[in-house]
């Protein structure tokens, strides 16, 4: 069973910065790629940015440019930079380790002024 502990979230106002993390541990970090995932309010829940385990990165367009993810192997830790925040990125925001069924609790990003 993968056990996956979101963090960082927060309250930020438009235009503003977050950076989460994901530590990720009963598997072997090194050999999964890796998602992060939001849901917003009545909305279901979609990718935005993933990382496989070599390191190659795919992006929704709607954060393209926007977020970046990354992974630290020796942490068994991805990360996900969000810049310039939009309103319409206030959601739980999760990550999930490919091809595995578990999911962590998730943390709140809220972007309002």
Not at 46 to 64: F, M, Q, R
Not at 92 to 112: E, I, L
Request: with cysteine; net charge positive.
């Amino acid at each position: 069973q993968v056990q996956l502990a979101e963090s960082g979230g927060g309250l930020v106002q438009p235009g503003g910065s977050l950076r989460l993390s994901c530590a990720a541990s009963g598997i072997r970090f090194s050999n999964y790629g890796m998602g992060w995932y939001r849901q917003a309010p009545g909305k279901q829940r979609e990718l935005v940015a993933g990382i496989s385990s070599s390191g190659s990165t795919n992006y929704s367009d709607s954060v393209k440019g926007r977020f970046t993810i990354s992974r630290d192997s020796r942490k068994s830790t991805v990360y996900l930079q969000m810049n310039s925040l939009k309103p319409e990125d206030t959601a739980v925001y999760y990550c999930k380790a490919w091809g595995t069924a578990d999911w962590g609790q998730g943390t709140q990003v809220t972007v309002s002024s």
